[in-house]
Nanobody, 121 residues
Framework: QVQLVESGGGLVQPGGSLRLSCAAS????????MCWYRQAPGKQRELVAV???????NYADSVKGRFTISRDNAKNTVYLQMNSLKPEDTAVYYC???????????????WGQGTQVTVSS
């Protein structure tokens, strides 16, 4: 089994910052792409940021210049540093990872349970 556990969400004022973490654990052989998604009430889930095993990153236009995705491969952890937060960033944030389990030949798709981020004064 593989588990992804997010942390770091909360309530922050506009212009503030938060850092989300997502730690993967279990029978992990390797992790390829790690992503952050978000879903606001009444909206579809959207991709926020992506980082591959080589450290290459990509971002949604709405967060470019404000959010930074990074990873610590030794800890099987991905981070999302969110700066200059806006009310429209309010959503449940989910991490997602492509994980190859020990003894398996292919990668599986795993999700965390989500963490709420609320940007409000």
């Amino acid at each position: 089994q593989v588990q992804l556990v997010e942390s770091g969400g909360g309530l922050v004022q506009p212009g503030g910052s938060l850092r989300l973490s997502c730690a993967a654990s279990g029978s992990i052989f390797s992790i390829d792409v790690m992503c952050w998604y978000r879903q606001a009430p009444g909206k579809q889930r959207e991709l926020v940021a992506v980082i591959n095993s080589g450290g290459n990153t990509n971002y949604a236009d709405s967060v470019k210049g404000r959010f930074t995705i990074s990873r610590d491969n030794a800890k099987n952890t991905v981070y999302l540093q969110m700066n200059s937060l806006k009310p429209e960033d309010t959503a449940v944030y989910y991490c997602n990872a492509a994980v190859r389990r020990i003894g398996r030949r292919t990668y599986g798709d795993y999700w965390g349970q989500g963490t709420q981020v609320t940007v409000s004064s």
